[in-house]
């Protein structure tokens, strides 16, 4: 608990690292009609959040534990069973770029050995978890952050993308925090174990409108 202002750091939306370009796979299910309105926003960040964010989530509290553990010989091994979770090459380019930006945001704001171990292009979980045990946080808060920045960065966008009320979209983001904690908490169990044990529910809609989204001429997002 008494580190809880380096937790709000972590999942503060203003932070430098990208994220704001990025609308977390609403733009395109917009497009495609997936999404139309408040109830299918609610759907579509409850259904991100139970896979591509429980996956996150898990990937971010194991970096951290082995971090924290001064462990960092497994980072290979979580990238590789990241991009194995990963199908869309979109998809794996957008976690490595926004952990690029990431790693370099938080260079800048907390230097330390360990952003430099992570290599030039690591994906977005992983520096996370790596971030959190710098500034002296837990797996289950490294999984949370990721969990809140992957949510209310979806959130965000749609005020952008649909004729939507911000009070509605914030009260489904009320309506969620349970279960964010539930999920943080499944992340920070998992990262007790193996890497190729790590969670990986798919979201194949997910890992394909991403594709059909890189090569549209007309976007707000770059995913």
Do not use: W
């Not at 360990?114 to 790596?130: E, R």
């Not at 965000?156 to 009070?167: E, G, T």
Request: glycine share 8%; proline share 6%; net charge neutral.
């Amino acid at each position: 608990m008494e580190r809880q202002a380096a937790l709000l750091l972590l999942a503060d939306g203003r932070l430098p690292a990208g994220g704001y370009a990025h609308s977390g796979g609403l733009e395109p299910a917009v497009t495609a009609g997936f999404v139309a309105d408040m109830a299918g926003l609610e759907k579509f960040l409850i259904g991100r959040a139970e896979t591509t964010g429980l996956i996150a989530a898990a990937f971010a509290a194991t970096a951290c534990a082995r971090a924290a553990a001064d462990d960092l010989s497994d980072l290979e091994t979580l990238a590789v069973e990241l991009d194995a979770r990963t199908p869309s090459p979109e998809l794996r380019k957008v976690s490595r770029d926004l952990g690029r930006q990431l790693r370099r945001a938080m260079s800048s704001i907390h230097p330390h050995p360990f952003f430099a171990a992570l290599g030039t292009a690591p994906h977005q979980p992983i520096v996370m978890g790596v971030a959190a045990a710098v500034l002296g946080l837990g797996p289950r808060d490294a999984a949370l952050a990721i969990l809140h920045e992957n949510n209310s960065g979806a959130a965000a966008a749609a005020a952008k993308l649909m004729r939507v009320d911000p009070f509605d979209v914030h009260a489904i983001l009320a309506r969620m925090t349970t279960r964010l904690d539930a999920l943080a908490g499944r992340a920070a169990v998992a990262a007790e174990g193996a890497p190729a044990d790590l969670p990986s529910p798919g979201a194949p809609l997910s890992d394909i409108a991403a594709e059909h989204h890189r090569r549209r001429d007309v976007r707000l997002f770059a995913s």
